[in-house]
């Protein structure tokens, strides 16, 4: 989930297509930015300051049989 206590912040990541439900990869990180690959496109730099908006639950694992 994003928190949404900042407008400005939540139009930033919605143009990035972080929304509720996104696939989300992480493909690299620095100090100042993470590159974040959203539903499988073309990762995009995202500042720390927009990244501590966003909440990520991993996936739930099925079992194998």
């Known amino acids: 989930y994003v928190t949404d206590d900042d407008p400005a912040v939540l139009r930033a990541l919605a143009a990035t297509g972080l929304r509720p439900g996104a696939t989300v990869v992480i493909a690299r ?3 100042a930015r993470l590159w974040t690959a959203v539903n499988g ?3 995009l730099a ?3 300051a927009a990244a501590h908006h966003v909440y990520v639950n991993q996936p739930e694992q099925t079992p194998s049989h």
């Open 29 to 31: 990180r620095d100090a």
């Open 41 to 43: 496109h073309e990762p």
């Open 46 to 48: 995202l500042d720390t």
